[in-house]
C-alpha cells in the first residue's frame, strides 16, 4: 500500500505570507515530484527529484523553491504567497520505473 | 463522491497490434477528462484532453479517445501499438479535486 503524506490540505494564507508545503512518503521512493493542477485542468510538473540533493524544475515555470535532504521528505516552499499561487499542489513518488504514487493534495488559497 | 475507474490493470500486446483502454467515471457536473502516460522512470506527461466539442479527441503520439457521455466512458485506442508504448497509463477527472483511477500498465512486445 502506498504511503505518501501531504499536509495541510487545505491552507488559506494572506498575500506575502511564506509558507511551506509537506509531502513524506515511507515507502523510500528515490524519485519525488510536485504538480500543480487548478480546478478542471491538467497536472503541470513543477519540480522534481531523482534523490537526496537533486532537485530540478519542471515544466512548469514556478516561484517555489524545493529541497530534498531526506529521501522520504519533499518540502514545496513559497517566499511570498500571492494570489496567482492559488491552486492545488500534488506531490508524489515513485521507485526507479515504478508507477507514480500520489498524495491527497494540498489546496491552497491566497487572499 | 466521484471515480474513475480503470478496469484493465495489465494489457500486453505486440507490436501492431490495436489498443483499447477502458475509462469510466462517476461524476455529474462539468466532465473534464484526461489521459496521462507515465514511461519507465518519467514522470506524468499529458497524452489527451478533453473539454468539450468533438467527443473524439486526438492526442500525442497517435493516440485518440472517444468521450460517450451515455456510457460515462472516455476510452482511450491506439491503432496499432508500438514497443515504446510500453507505459503506465492513467485516466483522469479532475474537478473539484483530482481523481486519476488506478491506471493501466500497458507493455508493448517487440
Known amino acids: 500500500e502506498a504511503d505518501i503524506y501531504q499536509t495541510p490540505r487545505y491552507l488559506v494564507i494572506g498575500t506575502g505570507k511564506k509558507i511551506t508545503l509537506e509531502c513524506s512518503q515511507t515507502m523510500g521512493h528515490d524519485k519525488m515530484y510536485w504538480y500543480q493542477q487548478d480546478p478542471g485542468m491538467e497536472l503541470h510538473l513543477i519540480h522534481y527529484?531523482?534523490?537526496?540533493?537533486?532537485?530540478e524544475k519542471g515544466d512548469l515555470s514556478s516561484e517555489s523553491t524545493v529541497s530534498r535532504i531526506r529521501t522520504e521528505h519533499f518540502p514545496l516552499t513559497l517566499e511570498s504567497a500571492r494570489p496567482s499561487h492559488t491552486s492545488q499542489y500534488l506531490c508524489?513518488?515513485?521507485?526507479?520505473?515504478?508507477?507514480?504514487?500520489f498524495g491527497n493534495g494540498t489546496r491552497l488559497t491566497v487572499t | 463522491a466521484q471515480s474513475v475507474s480503470q478496469h484493465n490493470h495489465h494489457v500486453i500486446l505486440s507490436e501492431a497490434a490495436s489498443l483499447e483502454l477502458g475509462c469510466n467515471y462517476s461524476?455529474?457536473?462539468?466532465?473534464?477528462l484526461f489521459w496521462y502516460v507515465q514511461y519507465p522512470g518519467q514522470h506524468l506527461q499529458l497524452l489527451l484532453k478533453y473539454f468539450s466539442g468533438d467527443p473524439l479527441v486526438k492526442g500525442i503520439k497517435g493516440f485518440e479517445a472517444e468521450f460517450i457521455k451515455s456510457k460515462f466512458s472516455f476510452n482511450l485506442r491506439k491503432p496499432s501499438v508500438q514497443w515504446s508504448d510500453t507505459a503506465e497509463y492513467f485516466c483522469a477527472a479532475p474537478a473539484r479535486q483530482l481523481t486519476f483511477g488506478s491506471g493501466t500498465q500497458l507493455t508493448v512486445l517487440p
Open positions: 461524476y455529474g457536473g462539468t466532465v473534464n
Open positions: 508524489a513518488s515513485s521507485y526507479r520505473v515504478s508507477p507514480l504514487h
Open positions: 527529484s531523482y534523490g537526496v540533493n537533486s532537485t
